[in-house]
T-cell receptor, first 113, second 110 residues
Framework: ETGVTQSPTHLIKTRGQQVTLRCSSQ?????VSWYQQALGQGPQFIFQ???????GRGNFPPRFSGLQFPNYSSELNVNALELDDSALYLC????????????FGSGTRLTVV | RKEVEQDPGPFNVPEGATVAFNCTYS??????FFWYRQDCRKEPKLLMS???SGNEDGRFTAQLNRASQYISLLIRDSKLSDSATYLC???????????FGSGTRLLVRP
């Protein structure tokens, strides 16, 4: 059974650019959530996808958007990058929505310069 | 006020010590409670769920006090491998998101 995989592991972007982060959910999991973890802070919920639909959103601006594909993998897109977007982006999958049996991926570390 | 508050530490303890972490949450409607462990530059991993009756898993004991909106984690006989950041997590009724505290850092020294 494969776990949650994220790509890339590290990324450096310039302010104003756009970025796409990818996540493959654990086998058998149909729900994917994305979290942002700034240095020294706990992860903050961005949004969740269930069966290709957004199933809830945290306090993040519209320039944070996502997709879920039929195979339950997911993308997080961030437009017009700001310096404060520098963080570890974590993807977590669960067997179904509102199931707290989350498995986290190892994250993508984004640096905006 | 943050939804989940934790003492950031670090707690620096010798091997074999007993250490306790506390966490408070602001919303009385919070329904589920967890402790996660996060190693440096790694992803969070579920350590244990927390129940009102209290629960124990080996050297780890978690307690929940709903009246005081307070959660605790006790680690007995600390090991070097326990060095990590411990994240207190709550959820809301019918919600799907995990609400994390900022974490408490534990350093266990030889």
């Amino acid at each position: 059974e494969t776990g949650v995989t994220q790509s890339p592991t590290h990324l450096i972007k310039t302010r104003g650019q756009q970025v796409t982060l990818r996540c493959s959910s654990q086998s058998g999991h149909n729900t994917v959530s994305w979290y942002q973890q700034a240095l020294g802070q706990g992860p903050q919920f961005i949004f969740q996808y269930y069966r290709e639909e957004e199933n809830g959103r945290g306090n993040f601006p519209p320039r944070f958007s996502g997709l879920q594909f039929p195979n339950y993998s997911s993308e997080l897109n961030v437009n017009a990058l700001e310096l404060d977007d520098s963080a570890l982006y974590l993807c977590a999958s669960s067997p179904k929505a509102a199931d707290y049996g989350y498995t986290f991926g190892s994250g993508t570390r984004l640096t905006v310069v | 006020r943050k939804e989940v508050e934790q003492d950031p530490g670090p707690f620096n303890v010798p091997e074999g010590a007993t250490v306790a972490f506390n966490c408070t949450y602001s919303n009385s409607a919070s329904q589920s409670f967890f402790w996660y462990r996060q190693d440096c530059r790694k992803e969070p991993k579920l350590l244990m769920s927390v129940y009102s009756s209290g629960n124990e898993d080996g050297r780890f004991t978690a307690q929940l006090n709903r009246a005081s909106q307070y959660i605790s984690l006790l680690i007995r006989d600390s090991k070097l491998s326990d060095s990590a950041t411990y994240l207190c997590v709550v959820t809301m009724d019918s919600s799907y998101k995990l609400i994390f505290g900022s974490g408490t850092r534990l350093l266990v020294r030889p």
